[in-house]
């Protein structure tokens, strides 16, 4: 069993100056799965003033008939242009404290990553490609990924390689997947 949180990602909302979703995972089924958010401050007592969002859960069977419960929550009223921290996980099982930057409320230049079929050779050969580009683009706004991003997409192994070949910047810039024709199963 494991209440550890994993596959932690933050997505984008259609008003990401003043919203941010994300979602996780657990192995295990938890009592009471929540993130908590907080401006981002040098303080190591984060959670003195982070306020707390219970998640929604949902079951997912993998391709291998285990289960899984993947958690969702969107933080909402957030202010923009702004730097928070947050963290996942229930009263006992914490991931790390994690940031990310609000959009601007205004229109204004923004950097973005572009990519496309990443589906083979993930863990060896895609890590590389993607600690590259977080080197170019520290500050990009969101990573867009254009489908084929697994071979297989019913594949939680192939999953598994994608998360540990992005490492931590999923859980500090928000993605944009979306499925190509290897993710249908």
Known sequence: QSYEPQ???????EKPAVSQALIWRTISDTA?????????????????NARTIHAITEEVELNDKRHVHQHSIIFKSLKPDTLY????GDVKHWSEWNQFKTASQTN???KFVNFGDPQNNIKSLCSRIFR?????APDASFWHFVGD??????NDKEWGELY????WI???TPMILLPGNQEDP
């Open 7 to 13: 596959r932690i990602i933050l997505n984008l909302t």
């Open 132 to 136: 590259a580009a977080y080197k170019k």
């Open 108 to 110: 204004e230049p923004f």
């Open 32 to 48: 009471n799965p929540q993130a908590q958010i907080t401006l981002a401050a040098e303080s190591p007592d984060l959670d003195k």
């Open 170 to 172: 999923p859980r500090v």
């Open 85 to 88: 921290a947050y963290r996942v």
């Open 164 to 167: 540990d070949a992005l490492g």
């Open 149 to 154: 991003i697994v071979n297989h997409g019913d």
